[in-house]
């Protein structure tokens, strides 16, 4: 009952963030990245950084993601989404320690903490799709403290091999299709 008690009070009062709290980011944040309304985000720089091991993917490729402090400034929480150029958000993410899905539209597209300690940094394993989606950006919305967070931080743009004409993820299908007809062919002559 007083758990319903403050459920009820906690959507009321329309508390949805992305807090340095230890539960992490709340659905309510999944579209706009905004962690709360008690302060507005910072417009200044952000002290952190989303760096990729890989900016471009074909079938799969897994991609490891790292958000890090590139100053003294360390985070509490965050919340990671992969978005393709229509803002449709791809799913993908692997789990690590001391983090949970946020499931968004679907269950691996959103990772958030599950403890407030300050952090230097968080990786993540990314599997990009297996079909082309488009060229993917990372974002992350970083919160320092309560009322000092900056939203939608992007990354660096992971170009889809599949849209720039770098077709060398489908070739070897294509070699094996080909093959496969041509050692038919010479079966059936
Ligand atoms: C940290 O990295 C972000 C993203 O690359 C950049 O916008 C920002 O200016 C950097 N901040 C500092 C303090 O170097
Ligand atoms: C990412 O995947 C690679 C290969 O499976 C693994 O070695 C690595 O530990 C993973 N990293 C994270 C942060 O999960
Ligand atoms: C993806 O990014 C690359 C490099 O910026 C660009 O050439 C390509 O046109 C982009 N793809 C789409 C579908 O916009």
């Known amino acids: 009952m007083e758990l319903v008690y403050l459920q009820l009070l906690i959507l009321l009062s329309c508390c949805y963030?992305?807090?340095?709290?230890?539960?992490?980011?709340?659905p309510g944040a999944c579209d706009t990245m905004v962690p709360g309304h008690s302060a507005?985000?910072?417009?200044?720089?952000?002290?952190?950084?989303?760096?990729?091991?890989?900016?471009?993917?074909?079938?799969?490729?897994?991609?490891?993601?790292?958000?890090?402090?590139?100053?003294?400034?360390?985070f509490k929480g965050y919340l990671i989404q992969a978005r393709n150029q229509d803002g449709t958000k791809i799913p993908g993410f692997e789990l690590?320690?001391?983090?949970?899905?946020?499931?968004?539209?679907?269950?691996?597209?959103?990772?958030?903490?599950?403890?407030?300690?300050?952090?230097?940094?968080?990786?993540?394993?990314?599997?990009?799709p297996a079909k082309s989606r488009g060229n993917i950006t990372i974002f992350a919305t970083a919160v320092e403290k309560t009322a000092t967070?900056?939203?939608?931080?992007?990354?660096?743009?992971?170009?889809?091999k599949a849209t720039t004409g770098a077709a060398s993820t489908i070739l070897p299908n294509?070699?094996?299709?080909?093959?496969?007809?041509?050692?038919?062919?010479l079966s059936q002559h």
């Open 17 to 26: 963030y992305v807090h340095g709290k230890p539960e992490g980011a709340l």
């Open 40 to 74: 507005p985000a910072q417009n200044s720089p952000p002290p952190f950084q989303i760096t990729l091991d890989k900016t471009s993917y074909g079938g799969s490729d897994v991609i490891a993601v790292t958000l890090s402090k590139n100053s003294t400034n360390k």
């Open 96 to 128: 690590i320690q001391n983090s949970k899905f946020l499931q968004c539209n679907n269950p691996n597209d959103a990772v958030t903490h599950t403890e407030a300690s300050p952090k230097d940094s968080v990786t993540f394993n990314f599997t990009a």
């Open 149 to 160: 967070f900056w939203v939608k931080i992007p990354s660096e743009t992971i170009i889809d």
């Open 174 to 185: 294509v070699v094996v299709v080909t093959f496969a007809v041509f050692c038919k062919y």
